[in-house]
């Protein structure tokens, strides 16, 4: 390419840092990878756990007493929603990543075999059955 | 003004040049070869195409019936000895742009499937799904990335040929985006720049199809060969032109007049076929020169309805079902529903003839080579002599494959072995040019480009359209050169360098005037009607071999008007005959 | 019937940056945005500029930001906007000039990935190919090129050298194609990294992609290439 720059003065915009405000598109995209912020709270969680579980019975029943406090409910609960919309968001996509199924049957598959494994879990753990 | 010196230049980045130079870099891969285009190569109109390219494929089909049905279709005024080579290496070249990777569609064994084109007897059209031109170009341009002999210059818009002594020297041409002048210096030139479409009011083709390459060739002595053969396609959407493809009517889709009458039997198309039993070469699927010309008859008669201020018929799809439509017609549905706004499930789409394709073009030999030694010619801007007063569907895309690839070979063959130094003729010419520019700009103008080019175009429409007589093509005449005389009047406001529009439309339509005078003055001189070009004036309404078996030059001559000479067709062993459709055509055979 | 079209018009050889313009254009229910530019360019401003040829969005010249969302100008109509609607260039590339951008960057990135069937065969037939291997690449095969997936590509914004959707779209139209033997010339590219790991997932380029391509599944089918293509590499002796 000949290296004639004449009168040219390109303009380039930056990328703005607020791009993702500027498109419903983007917000739920930044939702999406927001998930992660409230999964991070639930390992920590799941981490003192497992901590207090080996520093002995009575650290454990501290740890259970903080458990059930409202507020760390409810950010659980935040925690199951957040996980449930990624969920959502990654069954949506991966039919078109592994486009081996018609996308619908692939997305209701995968919610089955959450279920699935979820029941098993439960009853694993003595919750049901 | 900056100088770059190369060894072959190829004006133009669609079919046709890309395959030139794909073919000059296999010949060649130690040359330097330089890509000009006005536009990014993958935007050049070749994209556009939508039916298929034509080649001998099947073991019931022969070269012979693809000679005999292109040299009918031509009305007789294709070059045999060309067609003989056409036919002959069209095969090779559809193979070879598979190998390359052209997505062709297939038959279930993995096979190529062919198809069933207008004028064409047997199934011969290799196409990829509704996107033939696309898959084409895109296979080509991307191809052509492989080769690092070739160098890409995009944006590039050449404004004159550098001639010295009948050889050529190279090219002048402006980069768009800097708005700086290049003398690009080379022993070979390839013009590929596509067809003049654009020269009139309705047409299918792509805005940048201007004629460019035609008048560059002209305005150095070239002659423009059989310039009045225009073909018009009978299914373009109206205000916009764009193509409603011939597969609509092969699938069974009927025109009707604005009474819901289906008015093409009465014009030798006939007799009605059932609906949804369309057959080949009678009524809707009659050739397109026929269709064309049932609509104005039926203009005339005032039997046409009006859609937005343009004169249309319908094309009637609604009896194939929502089903049928979805299967075969995607395409077709969503042009519809997008640029007229209209459901053809729902009712039938409003259509007319639009100017298609320029059979003439600049007279080149059997390898493209024009009369100024170096200067080669190939693809929709050339008259190579494929098409005489008539193409055929399906055969120009492979004549850009076929022409393309022997203008290359034979131009990186016959390079001269030594570069040659700067020369000063070309530095002289291209100095000229640069003052020329110069003093095009200046203030604020009465009159707009914009205005001078409508006003051409709706000249073209009237004077030199569908049918042509005596009076309405003189009438253009007047007009074309009126507006040169405008033109050369008239001032570029815009005086910035940087993709200035207004410049680059100026040069444009001083380029399509040109052209479009050669092309008035070429039909008016042809007192007969053949192919394309059909005349109303009493005693010339047929063919006149007697007289008229001849190719039109049109030579500029040295006061700027154009000047005409004659030249025999050349006739290996098919001798004219009738050229007829429909019951006729069966009578007769 | 009128609506007014707001223009981002920068001009390099006067203005510091784009700035707004209003004109106001006549529509029916066919006009396109094209349309309305090239009145505006025709009736009351000849210095406008932008590109456009085919006008039947198969060239890919003609995209532009339409009240912030990529699109083809030929392809978008004023019937579907309300009384006043918003045109710029494509976001992510240098604005040469008004609705121009500079697109050298994009067919940098398509020709990095080796665009062409690469396959040493000598035969002088054509191969044979079924319609069901066409159709695993046919339809990576109708990117027009024509850029709005990079518009769309904040990754691109924010890294202009991330090969970006359609150049990886089409290294999978051929590394997906029965007749080649390239792929193995094409990893480094898409592995690199500047290939398939830059991008995130975003999705809006499937989203604005006129042909319905679903360029960010190629890309994240090229993910699970390019990690099967590493595995391999690092088992092999
Ligand atoms: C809608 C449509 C459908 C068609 N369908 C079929 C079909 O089914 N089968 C078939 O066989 N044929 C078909 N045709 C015809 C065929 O597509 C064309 O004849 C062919 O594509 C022309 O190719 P080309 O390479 O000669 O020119 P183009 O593809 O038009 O390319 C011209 C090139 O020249 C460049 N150029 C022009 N002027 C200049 C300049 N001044 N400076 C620099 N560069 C310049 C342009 O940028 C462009 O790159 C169709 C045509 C149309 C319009
Ligand atoms: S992938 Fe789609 S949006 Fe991107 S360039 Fe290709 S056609 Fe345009
Ligand atoms: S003008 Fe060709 S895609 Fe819009």
Known sequence: MPDSAGARRPYLQPLSRSWWLKHSFFLRYMLREATVLPLLFFCGCLLAGLYSLSQGESQYQSWLAFMAQPWVIALNALVLLASLYHAKTFFELFPRVMPLLPAPLMIAGQWLGTLLVALFLLWLFGAIG | ?589 | MEKTIIIQRYNPEQDQAPSAKRYQVPFDHSTSVLDALLYIQQQLDPTLAFRWSCRMAICGSCGVMVNKIPKLGCKTFLRDYPAELTISALDHFPIEKDLISDMAVFLDHLQAVKPYLINDSQNTEPHRQTPAQLKKYQKFSSCINCGLCYAACPQFGLNPEFLGPAAIVTAQRYNLDSRDQGKAQRMPQLNGKNGVWACTFVGFCADVCPKQLDPAAAVNQGKVASATDMLISIFKP
Not at chain 2, 562 to 573: D, E, N
């Open chain 2, 1 to 589: 003004m900056q100088i770059i010196t190369t060894d072959i230049i190829v004006v133009g980045g669609g079919g046709a040049g890309l395959r030139a130079a794909i073919a000059a870099a296999e010949t060649r891969p130690d040359a330097r070869i330089s890509l000009l285009s006005k536009v990014y190569p993958m935007r050049s109109h070749t994209v556009a195409a939508e039916g298929g390219a034509a080649a001998v494929t099947l073991a019931e089909d022969s070269l012979d019936a693809h000679f005999q049905d292109t040299v009918a279709g031509s009305d007789w005024l294709a070059d045999q000895l060309v067609v003989e080579h056409f036919v002959k290496a069209a095969y090779q070249e559809l193979v070879q742009l598979e190998h390359w990777g052209c997505p062709w569609s297939r038959k279930a064994d993995g096979s190529i499937q062919v198809r069933r084109f207008g004028g064409m007897k047997t199934e011969r059209t290799w196409f990829a799904a509704d996107k033939t031109g696309f898959h084409i170009l895109h296979t080509l341009f991307q191809t052509s990335m492989k080769y690092p002999a070739i160098r890409r210059l995009d944006e590039f818009f050449v404004l004159d040929l550098l001639v010295s002594e009948q050889q050529v020297l190279g090219v002048l041409a402006l980069q768009l985006n800097s708005g700086e002048l290049f003398q690009i210096l080379a022993p070979k030139v390839i013009l590929a720049t596509g067809g003049a479409g654009r020269l009139f009011h309705y047409n299918t083709n792509g805005g940048i199809v201007t004629g460019d390459g035609m008048a560059l060739a002209y305005r150095h002595g070239v002659a423009l060969r059989d310039m009045e053969f225009v073909q018009y396609h009978p299914t373009g959407l109206p205000g916009s032109g764009i193509l409603i493809t011939e597969a609509a009517r092969g699938e069974g889709g009927i025109l009707l007049n604005k009474d819901g009458y289906r008015y093409l039997q009465d014009y030798g198309l006939g007799p009605e076929t059932p609906l949804g039993q369309p057959q080949n070469k009678y009524m809707e699927l009659g050739p397109r020169d026929k269709l064309s010309q049932a609509f104005w008859q039926q203009q005339q008669a005032g039997l046409t309805a009006d859609y937005q201020g343009h004169a249309v018929v319908y094309l009637d799809l609604r009896h194939l079902g929502v089903q049928k439509l979805a299967e075969r017609l995607p395409f077709i549905c969503e042009l519809s529903r997008s640029y007229v706004n209209i459901d053809p499930v729902q009712q039938p789409i409003p259509i007319r003839p639009a100017v298609h394709y320029t059979m003439g073009g600049i007279l080149t030999e059997l390898q493209g080579e024009t009369s100024i030694s170096g200067l080669y010619a190939v693809g929709e801007c050339a008259s190579v002599g494929l098409h005489g007063a008539n193409r055929l569907g399906s055969n120009s895309l492979t004549e850009l494959l076929v022409f393309g690839k022997a203008a290359g070979e034979h131009a990186a063959q016959s390079l001269p072995p030594m570069p040659r130094s700067q020369s000063t003729a070309a530095t002289e010419q291209a100095q000229t040019q640069q003052r020329r520019l110069a003093s095009l700009f200046g203030g604020k103008q009465q009159q707009s480009i914009a205005s001078l080019r409508k006003a051409m175009t709706l000249a073209m429409e009237q004077g030199c359209g569908i049918y042509r007589d005596e009076q309405g093509m003189q009438q253009c005449r007047t007009t074309l050169v009126s507006l040169q005389q405008q033109l050369a009047g008239l001032k570029v406001s815009d005086h910035s360098k940087v993709f200035n529009a207004e410049l680059i439309q100026y040069l444009e339509l001083s380029f399509g005037l040109e052209v479009a005078l050669t092309l008035c003055e070429s039909a008016l001189a042809r007192k007969e009607s053949r192919g394309a070009h059909q005349r109303l004036d009493p005693g010339l309404t047929q063919r006149n071999d007697q007289d008229f078996l001849q190719h039109t030059l049109a030579y500029r001559a040295a006061d700027g008007r154009v000047a005409l000479r004659y030249q025999p067709v050349r006739i290996t062993c098919l001798p004219p005959a009738a050229r007829v459709y429909g019951a006729a055509a069966k009578q007769g055979a």
